[in-house]
């Protein structure tokens, strides 16, 4: 097989922790903190939004909000 140890080294600790020998976090656990980190992302991005079209509206009164 022409795979870099290092590669099969990653493959070996991740078969390992999901089948439950090693105490690591499994690919799936890993997976739910990735969706909930850009989640918790983007809902910070769209209320940081708001906010500024909110200051912007009492800022300036000539404009529409």
């Known amino acids: 097989m022409d795979v870099h140890p290092e590669a099969l080294r990653g493959w070996v600790k991740r078969a390992e922790a999901d089948e439950g020998i090693a105490p690591r976090i499994t690919s799936g656990d890993a997976a739910r903190i990735v969706e909930l980190k850009w989640w918790s992302t983007g809902r910070t991005v769209r209320l940081d ?17």
């Open 49 to 65: 939004s708001r906010a500024v079209r909110a200051r912007a509206c009492f800022s300036t009164p000539r404009t529409t909000c």
